[in-house]
């Protein structure tokens, strides 16, 4: 159990690692490639890169036996694909309009999101310590939602990203009804459909892109920001739960906040700095909240109560 544990534990780590490089080098893309566009190509790129994977594993035979979707996970398999269109777009949208290190910070709140969603829709237990983490997340989110706190103007952006959150946490708690079936398979049904589905809605509504080239510099990146990431989240969520792997998620905005200063030449302000610290202890709560603590809580007051 505790090995287990350890295990989901670092693959949520190597997911908001991987995931961390998104909203820099993203930022950077949208001159060339409008928002539901460069979601739908971010989303694609995870999908092709899935399928050379799940090639070059069929010719080395290391491919280990996976539980495949049925029919009985379809409205969670229909749910997530939505989702994944619906949030990406979002997030670009707000990273049009913010800073990447901002909107990483805001996506945070995508860790709320997930637990709040996991106990009312899907009875998922939570435990009063990530209750007090949700808490110091969501006052870091208001803090960098208001552009100017004196006269509490709502940034535009912000509002799009934590959207996009809201829009992951419920496909957190669907892709974690089918965790337990072959990432590999999850991974590239989101990539192919959700990516396809942000490349139609695009064309559609007459968005173009300027520089072709471009594209393939939006499919690594998706590939890695989410192919990659998706693949070793969907393994925590296996292992830890929903609401536990969104909470160990939480270390991809500081990461991409250090991406953010060297790529795209950010200045963090005060308000930054202050909604970090809120973050980070509201992080650090919500990652502590584990079975295996709270036994040992019980275990060493319980005799006094």
């Given at each position: 159990?505790?090995?287990n544990?350890?295990?989901g ?49 069929k ?7 996976e ?10 398999t ?37 637990a ?26 208001a ?25 992951w ?6 892709t974690r009804?089918?965790?337990?079936k ?69 270390v ?7 991406f ?37 809580i ?8």
């Amino acid at each position: 159990m505790e090995q287990n544990r350890k295990k989901g534990i670092a693959f949520a780590l190597l997911a908001a690692a991987l995931y961390a490089i998104n909203a820099p080098f993203s930022k950077r893309m949208l001159a060339w490639i409008p928002p539901t566009l460069m979601a739908g190509f971010l989303y694609i790129g995870a999908g092709i890169g899935m399928l050379f994977i799940a090639v070059f594993r069929k010719l080395r035979k290391t491919e280990k036996k996976e539980l495949r979707l049925t029919k009985a996970e379809l409205p969670y398999t229909i749910a997530m694909i939505l989702l994944d269109i619906a949030a990406p777009i979002c997030m670009l949208i707000g990273l049009r309009a913010t800073t990447a290190s901002n909107a990483s910070l805001l996506n945070n709140f995508e860790i709320a999101a997930t637990a709040i969603i996991a106990l009312a829709v899907f009875k998922e237990q939570i435990k009063p310590r990530l209750w007090f983490g949700i808490l110091f997340i969501t006052v870091s989110c208001a803090i960098l939602s208001f552009e100017d706190i004196s006269s509490f103007h709502i940034s535009y952006g912000s509002l799009f990203v934590l959207l996009a959150a809201v829009c992951w946490g419920f496909e957190n708690n669907c892709t974690r009804k089918l965790s337990s079936k072959d990432p590999l398979e999850i991974v590239l049904l989101k990539g192919l459909f959700s990516g396809s589905g942000s490349l139609i809605i695009g064309l559609g509504i007459g968005e173009q892109i300027t520089v072709s080239w471009r594209i393939a510099a939006a499919l690594i990146i998706g590939f890695v920001a989410y192919g990659l990431s998706i693949y070793f989240y969907v393994y925590a969520q296996r292992l830890l739960g929903a609401a536990r792997t969104s909470a160990y998620y939480a270390v991809a905005p500081f990461i991409a906040a250090i991406f953010s200063m060297v790529i795209c030449k950010e200045t963090l302000t005060a308000s930054y700095f202050l909604a970090l610290l809120f973050m980070i202890v509201g992080a650090w709560l919500s990652s502590q909240d584990t079975p295996l603590q709270w036994k040992r809580i019980k275990k060493r007051f319980g005799h006094q109560s």
